[in-house]
């Protein structure tokens, strides 16, 4: 018997306990047990009387209550209903992000071109193409260490994404019927004041462009004019806040608003975006 094993029900209650007390989910116990175990969370509370080990899960707790995102603790991350991988090459998808993938599914015609900009894990364009696989997805990051994790998990995920290296469009040719972002929209001001949970282990590359949080969302919306097919459209992730500012940037280029999208919390989070066609 290992010197530091004990009762996984007593292991389980005295950490879920601890975990409260830190202010941390006690659900995040159960997760990091069940993938130390490679059993279901049922098995944690079928199977109380097995011994278990507390050193590894109390190694894992150590980082998270140090502020490590759970995810990165765990390398991975579910959306939309599937699990990518994820570490700190790339931000953490959101929930939100899927209103964003939703918007794109039901606009694409059929056998579109669509391109996602700023990839990061690949958790947009691997979706939209998992999803409709009619569609011809290309996936464009400047990073090529968060492309090196999009590519991971496109082979798990079996699909047929094009990955590129690029400054936005830069680096890719033709034209799109989508173009579709979550690009990094939090002003710098506010940058700083994010928990430090977000703060100081996600990429902050993928967080803020500057002081406005709209700087690279302008800049996409100069390149994507001469790149959209006819009647395609722009979708974009943007941040609270930002809806009258982005119709402020979409009426000075000449894009008409044809939807603002609310999240679950009735924030203006997806915007659909297509643009003049005399001005292209």
Same mark, same amino acid.
Do not use: W
């Given at each position: ?52 080990? @507390? ?10 209550? @140090? ?60 979706? *939209? ?16 260490? #968060? ?52 703060? *100081? ?15 690279? =969302? ?16 722009? *979708? ?7 809806? #009258?500012?982005?119709?402020? =940037? ?16 009735? *924030? ?13």
């Amino acid at each position: 018997m290992k010197r530091n094993s004990e009762r996984l029900d007593d292991l389980r209650a005295r950490l879920r306990e601890d975990a409260l007390e830190r202010g941390i989910s006690p659900r995040d116990v159960d997760l990091l047990l069940s993938d130390l175990l490679e059993k279901p969370i049922a098995f944690l509370i079928a199977f109380g009387e097995t011994r278990v080990d @507390a050193a590894p899960v109390e190694a894992l707790l150590a980082r998270r209550y @140090a502020g490590e995102p759970l995810q990165y603790i765990r390398g991975r991350t579910e959306f939309y209903s599937r699990t990518f991988l994820v570490d700190t090459r790339v931000l953490i998808p959101r929930p939100e992000t899927e209103l964003l993938v939703e918007a794109a599914l039901e606009r694409a015609p059929r056998g579109a071109r669509v391109v996602d900009v700023g990839t990061g894990s690949g958790c947009i364009a691997i979706t *939209i193409e998992r999803e409709r696989p009619d569609l011809r997805v290309f996936s464009v990051d400047r990073s090529v260490d #968060a492309l090196a994790l999009a590519a991971a998990n496109r082979a798990r995920l079996e699909s047929r994404v094009a990955l590129a290296t690029s400054d936005l469009l830069s680096a890719i040719d033709g034209t799109f019927a989508l173009i579709v972002s979550n690009p990094p929209y939090v002003p710098l001001a506010e940058y700083e004041q994010l928990d430090d949970e977000v703060r *100081i282990h996600e990429p902050r590359m993928a967080l803020t462009p500057g002081p406005r949080g709209t700087e690279l =969302i302008e800049r996409l919306l100069d390149e994507a004019r001469s790149r959209l097919a006819p009647n395609g459209q722009v *979708i974009l992730e943007v941040g609270y806040g930002q809806e #009258a500012a982005i119709r402020e =940037i979409a009426a000075m280029k000449q894009y008409a608003v044809d939807a603002f999208l609310p999240d679950l919390a009735g *924030i203006p989070r997806v915007v659909v975006l297509s643009a003049d066609a005399e001005q292209r």
